[in-house]
């Protein structure tokens, strides 16, 4: 799900899956795993979740309440699932993913169910905002954090464009809370999951990378202190099928 980057040391490094890379050179490697999958991602999705990531997204737009009028970003939504979902309840939505392709695919979607009107669509970094300060109610991100290359900038990004009052929710992978049930989903990801984006994508690094990339994620503690040292207040977060996924909130106080 997006995946930016701004300009850093030369000999800043950061995690690409198990790989170190230079933190400048992150964003591209993102860019060109999403453009190889963009064509497939939703299909993969639901084979990849056995179409678990539905009920995971219903429950997380739930969470979300948006209210008629209310103004959101959501990040790394190129696809626009979460965005329809946000508008059908009567938000303002403008999908913001570093991907161009992911836009096109979202944008594609969207003219496809005749949204009017539909969200707006930016191609923008999660880390460097294109929004104003203190200019929207909400900011979503679904499976997405864990692919920018400063999550903890990104987190400061989200803080100050949020309105006072405003809040932010993030769905993302996370750790199994049912500690017997790890050695079937390293198995499932490592050994399954590549194979399924070769037969159905044509790429098993992606899927590779996607699943490395997973365990590189914070766990859910973690991830509620980085967004509480972002400026966050009230974070909470809660289990989705054990642990697997997890959505995250705070708000700007």
Known sequence: ??????????????????REVPAAAKAGLVREVFDSVAGRYDLMNDLMSLGVHRLWKAAFVHEVAPRAGERFVDLAGGTGDIAVALLERGADVIVCDYNEQMVRQGRKRAADRALVPGPAWAVGDAMALPFASA?????????????????AKALAEVR???KPGGRFNCLEFSRLA???LDRLYDTYSFEVLPRLGQWVAGDAE?????????RRFPPQEKLADMMRAAGLSLVSYRNLSGGIAAIHRGWRT
């Open 178 to 180: 049912l500690p017997l």
């Open 206 to 214: 992606s899927y590779r990378y996607l699943a490395e990339s997973i």
């Open 135 to 151: 200019s929207v109610d909400g900011i979503t991100i679904a499976f997405g954090l864990r692919n920018v290359t400063d999550p």
């Open 1 to 18: 799900m997006v995946r930016p980057a701004m300009s850093q040391a030369p000999d800043d490094t950061t995690h690409f899956g198990f």
């Open 160 to 162: 100050r464009v949020l």
